[in-house]
């Protein structure tokens, strides 16, 4: 049963890497529950206040993941218009367009509200490109923790092992 958990956790840590670059794919989610199934291992040093910190990393990764593009369109000097063309565009990417839809879909969103608001081509361009800069961040951070909780996955699944 240990291996079967170790290769789950191996395998989710992976795909949870993966999807923190394909946004179709919940990657946080995935890497976190790679490393709760090491947790039940017999000899596994998963400690639970790892599982808690971790876990709180996650809720923070995932709420910045919606949150900061739609608040930096506001930040950079964005009308209402353009922040909720933002939120509308993510929306309507994650539905209609995936997963290139989670990309350019507030981009657009923003875009296309900016110019509703101000009609100068210049400042919904930089309203746009703020959104996009904060879609890159998040992406970032998700890379980031992908990786530092496969890397936890991989040393503990090998002290396992071995």
Not at 41 to 66: E, N, P, R
Request: aromatic residues 10%; hydrophobic residues 60%.
């Amino acid at each position: 049963m240990e291996t079967l958990l170790i290769i789950l956790a191996l395998v989710s840590g992976l795909i949870g890497l993966a999807g923190a670059v394909l946004p179709a794919m919940p990657g946080a989610p995935l890497s976190f529950i790679g490393l709760l199934l090491l947790s039940f291992c017999d000899g596994a040093d998963v400690s639970t206040t790892s599982l808690w910190v971790t876990g709180i990393f996650l809720v923070v990764v995932s709420v910045l993941d919606y949150v900061a593009p739609v608040w930096l369109t506001g930040a950079s000097g964005g009308s209402e218009q353009a922040t909720r063309g933002s939120l509308a565009g993510l929306i309507a990417g994650l539905f209609f367009f995936p997963p290139v839809g989670l990309i350019i879909g507030p981009f657009v969103g923003a875009f296309i509200g900016e110019m509703m608001a101000s009609a100068t081509t210049g400042k919904a361009l930089k309203v746009a490109l703020m959104s996009f800069v904060g879609f890159v961040l998040t992406t970032g951070m998700k890379v980031i923790y992908g990786a530092v909780l496969l890397f936890m996955i991989v040393k503990e699944a090998i002290q396992l092992i071995f």
